[in-house]
């Protein structure tokens, strides 16, 4: 337990060194809520979304969550290509241990990222009462995790980095379009049917329903179904991340 | 003034076709970018186009096309620095500087490389929003493709004397990173200037962004409609794009002449 809190605490560091990018990120999670509010929620119908501040401020939440616990995929594939990962193989740490300090470690990030923007959704949509704030805690752990192992794991596919930053692209955007972030669900439905069902099962759309729920936007939410899903989502991302990070942290060439 | 000779030509070229080539080798790139434009354009923007309440004589949906597509010439665009960084870090630059290239055309290469390279990687995605338009006038497709390919010269030119000043890889991607994000937000590529116009600070930073210029331009030349939305007249769109590409290659290879040398990579 000791060398995955050590692994995790060495990539948490490491986080700080991109304060500027971090800045950056910031600056641009929160002009997306002020341009949404000050310019979009005048273009938008409101029969469909009455106040889309409201809407979307769970969203960017996810969002945030999400592109943060991301961030540690760009590190491990420049460490698989200029050949770190041969160093990390060679400390004095079981495998599970590395991989799963590793998954911590972007875990944390986004845990740490995400906190602000909690604060920022109190202020714009309400306070979550005691058994919400549990809701809020395991969606963020569980969505961080699930994002942290994926985005790891998909950082070693490849060595190129043109192509370790497309197909993270690619799974980022996929993730972020079939999402209800930014659309209801009636929404996505009206343009692409039944779809909408497979959209509403995304862990980024089931994290965003929870946040919903919790910060009192709806009631119209299944806690304990959509919980369960998360679930089943983060057990099945970590597990294929595991295999698949440690089959290329280990394969040759 | 001195003489250009037709050695001089041959090796402009060999510079721009060694910029070119490289997108032989990034296939699958190009097909996976293509994949998530597609996809954008389709699920994020028939759905958010669902949720805007109409504009008069406008459909949200059209001026989001031409709008995501700018946003996406520019981005491309913005991405050689990540490509020129990566060069500094493996030598290809000091090798540039070895060659037995004259400073002048090896600078004017990169740009027109960097541009060409830049503008050919979009094609793809152009056809796909030319089908979705469907233009009615094959001059105005001409006209478009030249403002494309001025503006990824004036984006690639910005981008070359941004790097080749900071020399720091963590510097070029947070650089990048903030004026990739900040330029498309503070422009009309998302919002039409009469929505933006309600914050007048935004409103000034779109009117003087570039980005706004080229997806406008782009929006008179296959939605007429859209005239009266327009930041600018076309005619100051076409100054602000030619003024881009003309003032910004000229940086570039300014910077490539004078100021770059081997060495110094942070």
């Given at each position: 337990m000791k060398s995955v809190l050590v692994i995790a605490a060495r990539d948490l560091k490491r986080f700080w060194s991109y304060r500027f990018w971090l800045a950056g990120q910031i600056v641009m999670n929160v002009a997306d809520i002020v341009i949404f509010g000050l310019l979009f929620n005048n273009m938008i119908n409101r029969s469909l979304i009455p106040d889309y501040i409201k809407f979307v401020t769970p969203?960017?939440?996810?969002?945030?969550?999400?592109?943060?616990?991301?961030s540690i995929g760009r590190e491990v594939g420049v460490e698989l290509r200029r050949e770190v990962s041969d160093y990390l193989l060679?400390?004095?740490?079981?495998?599970?241990e590395l991989v799963?300090?590793?998954?911590?470690?972007?875990?944390?990030?986004?845990?740490?990222y995400q906190s602000g923007f909690i604060v920022l959704a109190m202020l714009l949509v309400g306070v979550p009462s005691g058994y919400a704030w549990l809701v809020v805690a395991y969606t963020s752990i569980t969505l961080s995790f699930a994002m942290s192992g994926l985005s790891i794991a998909l950082s070693t596919v490849t060595r190129d980095f043109?192509?370790?930053?497309?197909?993270?692209?690619?799974?980022?955007?996929?993730?972020?379009?079939?999402?209800?972030?930014?659309?209801?669900?009636?929404?996505i439905?009206?343009?692409?049917g039944g779809f909408a069902d497979a959209v509403a099962y995304s862990p980024l759309s089931i994290a965003t329903s929870l946040y919903r729920w919790a910060f009192g936007y709806t009631s119209e939410v299944d806690v304990a179904v959509d919980s369960l899903l998360l679930a089943a989502w983060t057990a099945v991302l970590l597990l294929a991340s595991y295999f698949l990070y440690l089959r290329n942290l280990t394969k040759k060439g | 003034m001195r003489a250009v000779s037709s050695r001089d030509l041959v090796d402009l070229l060999h510079v721009i076709e060694w910029d070119v080539r490289k997108l032989r080798r990034q296939t699958l790139f190009v097909a996976m970018r293509t994949t998530w434009f597609i996809l954008q354009v389709i699920v994020f923007g028939t759905s958010i186009s669902l949720l805007v309440s109409s504009f008069p004589g406008l459909n949200?949906?059209?001026?989001?096309?031409?709008?995501?597509?700018?946003?996406?010439?520019?981005?491309?665009?913005?991405?050689?620095?990540?490509?020129?960084a990566d060069e500094f870090d493996e030598g290809i630059v000091e090798y540039h500087l070895a060659l037995p290239v004259k400073r002048s055309t090896l600078a004017l290469g990169r740009v027109l490389g960097g541009s060409v390279a830049s503008f050919l990687f979009t094609l793809p995605m152009y056809a796909f929003i030319m089908f979705m338009i469907r233009p009615d006038n094959a001059f105005y497709v001409l006209v478009s493709l030249a403002a494309i390919y001025l503006f990824s010269a004036g984006v690639v030119g910005l981008v070359i004397t941004v790097v080749l000043s900071v020399k720091s890889t963590d510097a070029t991607d947070i650089l990048m990173g903030v004026i990739d994000a900040l330029l498309v937000r503070l422009s009309t590529v998302f919002y039409p200037a009469p929505v933006i116009a309600k914050v007048l600070p935004y409103y000034y930073a779109?009117?003087?962004?570039?980005?706004?210029?080229?997806?406008?331009f782009?929006?008179?030349?296959?939605?007429?409609?859209?005239?009266?939305?327009?930041?600018?007249?076309?005619?100051?769109?076409?100054?602000?794009?030619?003024?881009?590409?003309?003032?910004?290659?000229?940086?570039?290879?300014?910077v490539i002449s004078h100021k770059l040398e081997a060495g110094g990579w942070r």
């Amino acid at each position: 337990m000791k060398s995955v809190l050590v692994i995790a605490a060495r990539d948490l560091k490491r986080f700080w060194s991109y304060r500027f990018w971090l800045a950056g990120q910031i600056v641009m999670n929160v002009a997306d809520i002020v341009i949404f509010g000050l310019l979009f929620n005048n273009m938008i119908n409101r029969s469909l979304i009455p106040d889309y501040i409201k809407f979307v401020t769970p969203g960017i939440l996810s969002l945030a969550l999400f592109i943060s616990s991301f961030s540690i995929g760009r590190e491990v594939g420049v460490e698989l290509r200029r050949e770190v990962s041969d160093y990390l193989l060679s400390l004095p740490v079981s495998r599970v241990e590395l991989v799963l300090g590793r998954f911590t470690g972007g875990a944390l990030r986004g845990l740490i990222y995400q906190s602000g923007f909690i604060v920022l959704a109190m202020l714009l949509v309400g306070v979550p009462s005691g058994y919400a704030w549990l809701v809020v805690a395991y969606t963020s752990i569980t969505l961080s995790f699930a994002m942290s192992g994926l985005s790891i794991a998909l950082s070693t596919v490849t060595r190129d980095f043109n192509l370790q930053a497309t197909i993270r692209s690619v799974v980022y955007y996929v993730l972020f379009f079939f999402s209800n972030i930014f659309y209801p669900p009636r929404v996505i439905a009206a343009r692409f049917g039944g779809f909408a069902d497979a959209v509403a099962y995304s862990p980024l759309s089931i994290a965003t329903s929870l946040y919903r729920w919790a910060f009192g936007y709806t009631s119209e939410v299944d806690v304990a179904v959509d919980s369960l899903l998360l679930a089943a989502w983060t057990a099945v991302l970590l597990l294929a991340s595991y295999f698949l990070y440690l089959r290329n942290l280990t394969k040759k060439g | 003034m001195r003489a250009v000779s037709s050695r001089d030509l041959v090796d402009l070229l060999h510079v721009i076709e060694w910029d070119v080539r490289k997108l032989r080798r990034q296939t699958l790139f190009v097909a996976m970018r293509t994949t998530w434009f597609i996809l954008q354009v389709i699920v994020f923007g028939t759905s958010i186009s669902l949720l805007v309440s109409s504009f008069p004589g406008l459909n949200y949906y059209d001026f989001y096309l031409l709008g995501v597509f700018t946003a996406l010439v520019y981005s491309v665009s913005i991405a050689r620095g990540y490509e020129i960084a990566d060069e500094f870090d493996e030598g290809i630059v000091e090798y540039h500087l070895a060659l037995p290239v004259k400073r002048s055309t090896l600078a004017l290469g990169r740009v027109l490389g960097g541009s060409v390279a830049s503008f050919l990687f979009t094609l793809p995605m152009y056809a796909f929003i030319m089908f979705m338009i469907r233009p009615d006038n094959a001059f105005y497709v001409l006209v478009s493709l030249a403002a494309i390919y001025l503006f990824s010269a004036g984006v690639v030119g910005l981008v070359i004397t941004v790097v080749l000043s900071v020399k720091s890889t963590d510097a070029t991607d947070i650089l990048m990173g903030v004026i990739d994000a900040l330029l498309v937000r503070l422009s009309t590529v998302f919002y039409p200037a009469p929505v933006i116009a309600k914050v007048l600070p935004y409103y000034y930073a779109s009117l003087a962004n570039p980005i706004s210029s080229v997806s406008d331009f782009l929006r008179v030349l296959f939605l007429p409609e859209y005239v009266v939305y327009a930041s600018l007249p076309p005619q100051g769109q076409v100054a602000y794009i030619v003024g881009l590409a003309v003032g910004f290659s000229y940086l570039a290879i300014y910077v490539i002449s004078h100021k770059l040398e081997a060495g110094g990579w942070r």
